[in-house]
């Protein structure tokens, strides 16, 4: 039975504390006090005060692996949360049985290497038929803000009180920079001399040379937008550094339209295949 | 970090998030066991009555041992009183630590996405909210299992759930259920403002609000001013995509058999406009707002 278990359990923390008791070199004041207290604790197991702090361990044991799973779930660490609850029903509201409540929540927490700090108020009315819930405020604090494509997006989520979408637009936005980071180091590791990160695995902007073609080289600036409706978009742009002297000789234009080829290619073969390909051109033109 | 690797793109979140499941799964069915085998259950009992009884004696014989230690102690130290007032017994620790617990879980329902552990995996609860109003749950319960199924949920029939699932369930959950956040929150905002217009804004409408249960194809026709001579236009909004609540396609067109003046053609294009770019409910509300100050004008 589960109580046998818990039973079991339990003893096994008494014993592991009566050890430690023993174990305990005698010494004047703290430890004779701590001695008594495990003491006061082994002698608890008799009483009742044992058998609600049993329920409770256990109890808190499944909460707490709860809330790991929703953290793995999510993607989405919340570390601290309080509450404050005030009771704005007049007596007239009372008459007509309407109940207006302000809550102010105070949540903070991270989501991978971005944390975030929110404030913000519940007002939530009740009457006969029905309950409403509004958020009437909403105040964002994140770090780190060397990502500058969040902070706009985050007033964009205050103004408009959009708590949900905030947490929305936070998960897809650190995926794709996770995945920016990821392809980058990929290719880096691929193909170190000809890939160059100039703020290492976290920048937005990925270099291709060939070492032995200095003056020509490829910069692929990735960068992660969240527009007015939240939603978040990769945006790649192509920019070309070339020696004036291969302009001159590229009759074809090649090198003009090399950001509007770089997109049409995107289309059709998708980021890594199109980064990956432009590597190996550079590389291979270099060698002939 | 454990987390990062929830984000990798070859099926570790689903191994993330199963590898958790599958080890409170043999918590829970350890104990569950002993109901559905009797048989077994017995045999598992007397096996953990027997560890409990040797478990008991140790206990003894370690009290009986403390006892002898403290004694010794007390002989060789002066008598100091313990502060009670300072010392926290475990027992209130550990509710602290529960109460902190509990309402942690608590918050995870303002992350847009909660859940409770249920004994065949986790029951999900999606939460939608538009404009700071927050709005209908929706929940899918999965079962932990290798594919992941989902065995019941509250999901609208219209809102593609197997296409979601089809291309995210099995390889990011996080994705599949920020994906399905992001249906069903653009789908609860764009049911707010047709609710809204139908009962707020009844006076503007010269006919019903015509709409699909997806309430991504909006037809009506309206007035500006409701007493006003301004002459009906009928709208048309069409939201192609389905994870936004401001329209892809409008067009307003006029009613009548003449053709429009200028500033009527002018009006028309501004209101076209406005559907685009603001909430239906807050169109309504800017032309109310104008007919209050055409009115002022009249009184003074």
Redesign the interface.
Known sequence: ??S??V??RA??A??TA??R??VEP????E???R?????R??YQADSE?WE??KD??S??GH?????????????????????KTEDLTSTEMTEKSIKKVLQR?R?SGNC?MITFQ?E?Q?LEIQNEESL?????D?SIIMEPTEYSELSEFVSRAEE??????F??SL??F??WC??RK?TFKRFKEKYPEAVHLSEGASSSCMGIRNPSRPGFELVIVWRIQIDE?G?VLPKLDLLTKVPLQALELDKNGVIETAPLSFRTLLGVLGIEATLESLIKSLHTEASN | ????N????DGESRG??LA??ER?ETQVSR?RK?MEEPQSAQAE?SA??T??HE??R??DK??A???Q??A???A???N?E??QTL?IT??ES??R??EN????????R????????TSRG?C?CI???F????LDSYFVDLVMRKPLQIHHHSIPVFIPLEEISAKYLQTN???F??TL??YL?AYSGRKYQADRLQSDFEAFLAGPLQRNSLCNLLSFTYKAEPEGQSFPFCARLLYKDL????PTDVTVTYQGTDALSTTQEEQRAAHENLFFTKPLHQVFTSFARKGDKLDMSLVS
């Open positions: 039975m589960d046998q278990l039973e079991a003893l096994e008494e014993i009566l050890r008791a023993c005698p010494a004047p004041g430890d004779t006090s001695v008594r207290k495990s003491f604790e082994t005060g609600l702090s409770l361990r109890h808190l909460l707490e692996s709860e809330i790991q799973f929703l953290s793995t779930l999510t993607g989405i660490s919340i570390r601290h949360y309080s509450k929540h949540l991978h929110l913000f519940l409403s819930s509004v958020i009437t909403l408009r009180r959009d708590l949900f979408m947490f929305r998960h897809f650190v995926e996770e995945y990821r409706e939603k | 970090m454990e987390l990062a929830t984000l990798s793109q993330g998030v958790h499941l409170l104990s002993k009992e953990l009555g560890r409990i478990l008991r140790l206990r370690l009290r041992e403390v006892k230690h403290q010794s102690v007390k060789s130290t002066t100091v313990p502060d010392e475990e027992q550990l509710k630590k529960w617990v509990k309402a942690i879980l608590q918050a995870y303002f992350t847009g996405i909660s859940g409770k552990l986790v999900v939460s939608t909210a404009e700071g109003n927050l959950i996080q994705h259920l920020f956040c992001e929150n994870t936004t609540t401001l």
